[in-house]
């Protein structure tokens, strides 16, 4: 029951994306005809392009066309250039899904280094990194370290396609960039939450059992310590779709972001109503798989879900 | 020390090394004896380095980098819009005509050509021209010749409303128009004469039809790549042209094109055998990336300049010494365009326009990379002289008298500017100039699209606006932008001159081009008493480029001449 209620809402927020980006970028003045042929062509021409982009038409019979077609998993073909929506966006949400994934790595690799640093009671190195981290700006971070990359970094040239081995090497340093803020967010969370759980009874108890401070750490306060970061994990993800828009024009990375502003630019409506929903849908999905981690970390949100 | 001699031993068990010298294979084979492994390696590395340098430096001259700031477009002569796209399209794809390093027209497909009254003109194609070789041939040689059905099927489809560049030959050929507007199946003045003869019939004599023909926009293509089967592929994985180079692969990031063996030109077969275009939007990222010699070739942006010029434009000592430049010029115009439907004071527009110092602009924010303009034919295009005095354009005391004539009374008059070609700069500059004379000007920055919807609707008092003229003579750019049956697109001014139409129709006649000339400077003249803009400077551009090259030729049309292109070594 809780989880076709959960899968409800989802659906429901996802229709309500599709709608929102229709009405967005429909209500944007620009002429999209105009804007394919440019300024010289006359405007019976550009007239007759509206007419075949059926723009023509009203707004309330363009959305139910688009939905039905959206519904079918099609989402058309750019005003621009013709090219396949689904495919061009399939291929640029595969790079910057892979970006994301490898900053998400960096990012859980840095808070077990944290974890082990409050193991080792060293948690001031950990507390003097997160400041460095979270005090730059991602503008600047990421042109000193693309600056940094193009003068002494060997793997600079990117395949466009993640088809060679050497293309992840390549997304390395945009992807540090990208795991800053998180990185200090979340080893801030992580480190909170143990001193919170530190002084908890069961840990008391624990203790008093004869368990070592790191076995308490890693068989007994981790756990309860998991569900909040996991859940600032969650809500990082959206934020790093669009960390991503400004790293991968500085790394020049041909993602999500980097289609999505120049699709704005040209007025390709097809092409940003397809970015929005397909990146909407990601996202969505992402969430639904960490609502079903909670769960299995945690057995006692199962059971309250189940009432 | 110990890890690294049991690696070694590990290593010496398996026994062999190869080492790939081009084509001399060295195999060594040693047991059990780490010593010898070891005296072995030491001796072989300076060999294998030299090798893997010699093969390094085979590499990097046998191909040439260009960084490039943008993903290209579809590489479909059909869809393309940004004249910065041509940088890549003239490699794979060529036209009938082309410009020489004169900027006059020279053949390309077309060997020669013939008309009698200048409006039926007759084309005779090269035989000897294959497109390049691809899967779109369904041949087991995977090319064929090109036709004069290629140029009928290519100029066909440019006339169709999928076509950004048909305002080229709708208003000129006969029955493009029709045919643009779904009204014909054919269009009517393109016929096939034989195999290698192709003519076209225009609406009206013109002798300057030509000069509209040989732009990058107006290339032949088969006509197989518009067929189902690899209409989706089309100038994304596939590209055919007749051109120097042909499309290897294509990304967004990373373009590369290889030689055309079956080149028609042997005078102009490429001596370099692969471009790869980088994209790299970063414009201090690409700088880097020149000076560690990981691409060979970038256009200076406008941004860089401090970085790399002197305040006098000439280029600083340290990219002197690394790398060799190449200025060049494109027939394009930067102006501030009046929609005189508004902006109905003479007095007013000819105050500002004497009130423009162009070059404070062009020193402020080109370093001096630019030429003032006092209209908008680029000087040059085609040997035009213009009737403007560079000297005479800023005029403070003409100005302020031109204004107290005026009516004008203190009001804002608001400027649109965008994200493209300096324009937000300009109108900074501008701004404070004509604060200085006493008008007030707002600006207000929009998108470059938005800029053109509101342009076209009339209600933009003033605008910046850049053009990047495809065409190769002063008159249809003069029947363009002035003629009032070009109102509102691409007459933006909204210029209206019963006197001026007439005269730009008159060009029609005149065959000798040293007189036709004469007459646009007198047209232009006539039209600037009216101010209908004000038209700024014509850019240049700065290219760097490795030593390890030379030969390096650009056109007018911004035709990049890799096959020129030669190692130095």
């Keep these: ?307 | 020390m110990s890890n690294l001699l049991k690696i070694l031993q590990k290593t010496n068990r398996q026994q062999s090394v190869e080492a790939d010298c081009s084509q001399n294979l060295i195999h060594i084979k040693t047991k059990y004896n780490s010593l010898f492994f070891i005296v072995a390696i030491a001796l072989l590395a300076p060999l294998l380095t030299a090798c893997s340098d010699t093969k390094k430096e085979n590499q990097e001259t046998s191909q040439f980098v260009i960084g490039i700031a943008a993903e290209p477009e579809r590489l479909d002569p059909l869809t393309m819009k940004n004249p910065k796209t041509f940088i890549l399209s003239w490699q794979i794809y060529e036209g009938l005509l082309g410009l020489d390093d004169e900027g006059l027209i020279a053949p390309r497909l077309a060997e020669k050509w013939e008309t009698e009254d200048f409006k039926t003109w007759t084309f005779h194609l090269r035989e000897n021209v294959y497109f390049q070789s691809s899967e779109i041939f369904d041949n087991s040689e995977n090319t064929r010749k090109m036709t004069a059905e290629d140029a009928l099927s290519t100029y066909t489809d440019y006339c169709s409303a999928d076509a950004y560049s048909s305002f080229l030959l709708t208003d000129s050929i006969k029955g493009c128009a029709d045919y643009n507007a779904g009204k014909a199946d054919s269009v009517e003045g393109l016929q096939v004469i034989d195999e290698h003869t192709f003519q076209i019939t225009l609406l009206k004599p013109e002798p300057f039809f030509l000069n509209r023909l040989t732009t990058a926009w107006i290339a032949i293509f088969p006509k197989e790549a518009r067929s189902a089967a690899h209409k989706e592929s089309w100038g994304l994985q596939t590209a055919v042209g007749t051109g120097p180079y042909r499309l290897e692969s294509k990304t967004d990031s990373e373009i590369i094109l290889v030689r055309n063996e079956k080149y028609w030109d042997k005078s102009r077969q490429p001596a370099i055998g692969k471009l790869i275009f980088r994209v790299i939007k970063n414009n201090q990222i690409r700088l880097a990336e020149l000076n560690k010699g990981t691409i060979d070739l970038m256009v200076v942006p406008n941004t860089l300049f401090p970085t790399i010029l002197n305040q006098d434009g000439s280029v600083k000592e340290e990219y002197k010494k690394d790398f060799q430049t190449e200025v060049y010029t494109t027939y394009n115009s930067n102006m501030i365009g009046f929609n005189l439907t508004s902006m109905t004071d003479v007095h007013l527009r000819r105050a500002m326009n004497y009130g423009t110092n162009r070059e404070l602009i062009v020193k402020k924010l080109l370093f001096g990379h630019a030429d003032v303009t006092g209209g908008t034919v680029p000087p040059g295009i085609r040997g035009y002289v213009p009737p403007f005095k560079e000297d005479a354009l800023f005029d403070p005391v003409l100005a302020k008298k031109e204004l107290q004539n005026s009516k004008y009374d203190g009001e804002e008059i608001e400027m649109l500017v965008h994200e493209v070609a300096n324009s937000e700069q300009v109108g900074e500059i501008f701004q404070s100039q004509m604060k200085d004379l006493g008008v007030n000007i707002k600006l207000t920055k929009m998108d470059y699209n938005s800029v053109i919807g509101r342009m076209i609707k009339g209600d933009a008092p003033m605008f910046g606006m850049f053009f990047d003229y495809v065409f190769s003579s002063p008159e249809p750019i003069l029947l363009n932008l002035f003629t009032s049956a070009k109102r509102p697109v691409p007459n933006f001014m909204q210029y209206s001159n019963v006197k001026v139409d007439k005269a730009i129709e008159d060009l029609r006649r005149i065959g000798d081009s040293t007189e036709a000339n004469k007459q646009c400077a007198a047209i232009e003249a006539e039209i600037m008493e009216e101010v209908p803009a004000i038209f700024l400077y014509r850019e240049k551009y700065l290219t760097l480029y490795s030593k390890k090259f030379s030969g390096l030729s650009i056109n007018q049309h911004g035709h990049f001449q890799f096959e020129l292109v030669k190692s130095v070594q």
């Design chain 1, 1 to 307: 029951m809780h989880v076709l209620q959960r899968s409800i809402y989802y659906l429901s927020l996802w229709l309500g994306i599709v709608l929102f980006s229709f009405i967005l970028f429909h209500a944007v003045p620009t002429d999209p005809a105009r804007a394919v042929l440019g300024p010289n062509a006359g405007e019976e021409q550009v007239q007759s392009l509206r007419i075949r982009m059926g723009l023509d038409q009203p707004l309330p019979k363009q959305f139910t066309s688009y939905l039905t077609e959206v519904l079918q998993f099609n989402f058309g073909t750019s005003f621009v250039d013709n090219r396949s929506v689904q495919v061009e966006v399939g291929q640029k949400l595969k790079v910057t899904l892979a970006l994301i994934a490898i900053s998400l790595v960096m990012t859980l690799l840095y808070v077990g280094m944290t974890i082990t640093f409050e193991a080792f009671n060293i948690a001031i190195i950990g507390r003097l990194l997160d400041f460095i981290w979270v005090s730059l700006p991602t503008m600047f971070s990421g042109l000193l370290i693309a600056l940094l990359s193009a003068h002494y970094y060997p793997f600079t040239q990117f395949s466009g396609s993640l088809s060679r081995w050497t293309d992840l090497l390549f997304l390395l340093p945009p992807a540090f960039v990208l795991a800053l803020y998180p990185m200090a967010i979340l080893s801030r969370i992580i480190r909170d939450e143990i001193a919170k759980v530190r002084h908890s009874q069961f840990v008391l108890a624990a203790r008093a059992n004869g368990l070592s401070k790191r076995d308490v750490l890693y068989q007994h306060i981790l756990r309860n310590a998991m569900i909040p970061m996991l859940a600032a994990l969650a809500n990082q993800i959206p934020m790093l779709f669009t960390s991503t828009f400004i790293i991968e024009i500085m790394f020049s990375i041909p993602g999500i972001g980097s289609l999505l502003i120049s699709s704005l630019l040209q007025r390709d409506f097809p092409m940003l109503e397809g970015i929005v929903i397909l990146n909407g849908l990601v996202v969505i999905l992402v969430y639904m798989v960490f609502e079903l981690l909670y769960p299995i970390i945690d057995p006692r949100i199962k059971s309250s879900n189940a009432e």
